[in-house]
Each structure stands twice: as structure tokens, then as C-alpha cells.
């Protein structure tokens, strides 16, 4: 049992600063960045925080690198992380594409401004979610995480890192910038609440080591460099001693591997919230800031007698498919708002599959979605 | 404080002004255990753009993070009036510095002036203590918060041995609005 009597500690931090704090907890000790608004104070606590805790710190000579830095790092047995937006973000993708391929855990944030190129520095987008899932070439797991709240930015902070160690691939945390430059109060969770997972190695001698065995499921054990167990790593298909192959049924199996990491795992993996769903007649479908401004704009339909409800994925990738599927069926309207041009709507409009109607709210000026500008669309559904 | 308090805090970048928001926040969480939370809005231009603050009060968590209805508003430039008067509740407590703002809504907000920097600079010598001589104005103005709640707060922010000097500028600003409200 939690110590409900004990109060929780409370901090001031901003959505960065929490996401900092939160990675030292889940166990970080390794950080390469290159600094970018509105992601910089990310690096910025790191490089103060990581040396008193034994870690290292490293700004790399551009975002590219520093993407390569933490892979390396993480096969050093290190649990590794690195801050970015939205230019960053997309220099990164290659090399986010090697990580899935060799199944090295690693934590990528993008705090997201307006795009696209490097379009606005210091305001908010939410445009870089499908980024996330398809910006790097082939077919490889994607797990992303949208906290909205820095309560939960903490507690996502460490799923993060957890979710990485667990199923050997990168995890992205996407905070927008209205959340990553807030500052709020954030009540800590006690440390009994707080579950940390590291990755398993390697249970055989380093004679018999093999660094993608299947032998005791789909995330093979890993082993870290320098510690007696020498193994390959490459991009290309390879088979389980890490060594090139282009084996046809091989590279098939393999790659379904891969992807059946997450696919296999959904109730792990995936988490939301639904807000007023039981009688939900109007349904918004929001992460981030927009699911905050949300979350007022349904209060006050409520008060309004208009039986509106909220679903907000705090894993957007893999998407809650099932759930938004079965909610689709039993709504008068989908609303989808979004800091960006419709990124979100086609895959609710996929789900939804013309089982209701969709209205979208989408703004990429740089100021977050009102909840007046949702409640307005509620209110003439 | 009433349930729900807003503020906006406008200037231009290197004013200091980002910090009076982080101080009033922080005295909300820490010393008067309520929710706050502040939002900075600034340019890539960090100075000479124009830059604000909002801070949110609440007895409950809050959702929505930025200002829809504010209570008081301080302004320190003309430009930082035009770009961020809005969103204003009607009878807004609205300081400005007649030096600096000129043209500003008064219909519809409670005006108040006073040469917050011109203040500064007689009183304190140093224009870093522009933001506590202002978060003293907006306190003498409205008590949203509890003096010593801020003083705290103001005393855990500031750099060893600026203590004795932020109290003073804090001190300077509430005495200005006090004397404000009475004339």
C-alpha cells in the first residue's frame, strides 16, 4: 500500500527540468545533446546533474552524433537518453533507425515546436507524431509517449526508460513546448510507487553468448561491451550472432521479431485516460496541450448539460486502436484537436471508418488550442 | 485569494521580468501549499523581443495552462501592451509604467501607474531588481498572496547576498502600490 498518510513531495519544475529529474530516477547515466530550443534546459540540468550521480554528459558536435553517442553508450550497458525538437529530431532518424535495428534501448525526447524546418523556434506544434512513427525507414516498432501533465511527464519520464530496457528499443517522449516550458507544481511519487526496470543479460558464459539468441523469447538478453562478451553490431539483416545475412526466410522472421516486440505487448505498453465516457455522446481525442485545453472545454459542456467525454492516449504509438474503435461505435461525433494540420485525424479517421463524423480543430500559428475554440465545436456538433 | 487567480507579466526580453512569475508561483506551491503554474511566451530574440509571463492560481489542479481571464496585468513596455492586452477580465488591475506604456485600454481595465523602472533605478542602484520591485507593486496592488509567502520565495530564488537587497526592492514596490491605492 501506497503511504497515504506520508504528504508527497512537491517540486516547482518546469516540463524539461521534470523530464531531467525523472531520467535520473529511471536510472540515466548517460546523456549526449546538441542544444535546441525549446529542449535545451533538458541538457542543460544533465550536465550539472549526471556528473554528481556518477554519469556522464556529453554535447556532441551536432544532433546526428549525439544520436550516435547514446547508441554506443547504450551498448555499453549504460541506460542512455537524448533531448531534441523537431530539425534535431529529424537529423536523428537514421540513426534512430539503426538503434531498432541492433535493439538498442535508448530514450529520445522531442520537446515539438512549429515546423516544418526549423519554423518556430520558441512556440508550440504538435506536428512531429507521425515523424515519430514513420520517419525512419523500414519496418521497426515505434513506442511514443505524450504525457500532458508533468505529474505524469515524470512518471512517463521513467516508462519511458523502462519500456526501452524491456523490449530493446528506442522510446520517444513527445512533449510540445507549452509543456515543456511550463513551470508547475509537480507531487512526486513515493519510491515504492516507482517501478524500475534494467534490461536482462546475459545468463550464459561469454563463450556461448549469441547477442540476438531467441532461445528465451522475442528481446534477446544483452550484454555489455567491455564486459567479456565480444559481439557484432550492424544495420544491415543479421542473423542471431549479429553477422550479416540475406537469408530470405531469416530476414523475414527477423524483421517480424521486430515488430512483434510491441505488436505482442500492447496491454503493456499502451496506457490512456477517458474522462466522462460512460454516457459519451461527444467525444474529443487530444494529447498534450491540446488535451488540456480539452479537458476544460468538456467541464463546461458538462455544466452545460451536453454529454461530452475525453480520450487521451498517453501512448500514441503503438496506437490505443481497440479502444478508440469501440468508442467510435456508440458516439454521435469524434472531435480531434491538434497543434498541427491533421496528423492525428487520419489515424482516428482510419479507426473510425465512417462509423460516426470527425471534426477537426487544428492550429499551427504557435499558440496552444483554446478551450473556448473546442467547447465552441462541441457546442454546434 | 479568491479560487482562481491570473496574472500576466509583460516587458521585453532582459527586463528580468520572466522571473517575477516563477517567484509568484512558487510562493503559491511552497508557502501557501495551492497550484500555480507559469508559462513563459518569449522570441527567438531573447532581449529586446517582446516577452510575458502568466501565472495561474488555484486551490485545484490546474488544467488548462494559459491565462483565459486575468486579474492583473503588468506591463513595462508599449509593444508588450499591444502584442499581449488581451485576454483581460474586465476590471483587470492593470499596472503600467507611464515612462515606457502610453496607450493602454482604459475602459475597460483598472489603470495604475508607476515608474517601476525609474523607482528601481533611484532606489536601488541596479536594474536586476526590476522584477521584485514589480512582484512588490503587484502584491501591494492585490494581495493574491500572502507577503511573507513571497518574501520566501523571493529569498529561496535570489543569489547569495542580493537577500537583503531583494526584500528591499520587494518593500519599495508594495509601499509605491500602497501609496497608489490611496490617491
Known sequence: MPNSTLKRRVKFWTGNETIAEAALVAGCRFFAGYPITPSSEIAHVLSQRLPMVGGKFLQMEDEIAAMGAIIGASLTGDKVMTATSGPGFSLKQENIGFAAMIEAPCVVVNVMRGGPSTGLPTALGQSDIMQARWGTHGDRPVIALVPAYLDEVYTETIRAFNLAEKYRTPVFILIDEVIGHLSERVDLPFDDEIEIINRTRPSVPPEDFKPFDTTWGDVPPMADYFSGYRFHMTGLNHDSGGFPTTDPALCQSENERLMRKVDANLYDIIRFEQTSIDDVEILVIAFGSSARAAAVAIADARSKGIKAGMFRPLTLWPFPEKEVRELAGRVKGIIVPEANLGQLFYEIDRLVAGKCPIKRINKVGGVPIYPGEILAQIEVF | ?183
Open chain 2, 1 to 183: 485569494m479568491t479560487g482562481h487567480f491570473e496574472a500576466r507579466f509583460a516587458a521585453v526580453g532582459g527586463q528580468g521580468i520572466l522571473l517575477a512569475g516563477d517567484i509568484l508561483a512558487e510562493a503559491a506551491i511552497n508557502f501557501e501549499n495551492l497550484y500555480a503554474l507559469d508559462s513563459p511566451t518569449y522570441t527567438a530574440q531573447v532581449r529586446g523581443g517582446p516577452t510575458k509571463v502568466d501565472v495561474i492560481i488555484d486551490k485545484s489542479r490546474i488544467l488548462f495552462p494559459r491565462t483565459t481571464a486575468i486579474d492583473f496585468m503588468l506591463c513595462l513596455a508599449q509593444r508588450s501592451w499591444d502584442k499581449f492586452g488581451y485576454d483581460l477580465k474586465p476590471g483587470c488591475i492593470l499596472l503600467i509604467d507611464p515612462f515606457l506604456v502610453q496607450q493602454v485600454d482604459e475602459v475597460n481595465n483598472k489603470v495604475y501607474r508607476m515608474p517601476i523602472i525609474e523607482i528601481t533605478k533611484n532606489e536601488m542602484k541596479k536594474m536586476v531588481y526590476t522584477s521584485a520591485v514589480a512582484l512588490g507593486a503587484m502584491i501591494g496592488l492585490t494581495e493574491a498572496l500572502n507577503v511573507d509567502s513571497v518574501l520566501k520565495a523571493l529569498m529561496k530564488k535570489a543569489p547569495k547576498g542580493t537577500e537583503e537587497q531583494n526584500q528591499k526592492a520587494f518593500s519599495v514596490g508594495y509601499d509605491a502600490a500602497k501609496v497608489l491605492l490611496k490617491s
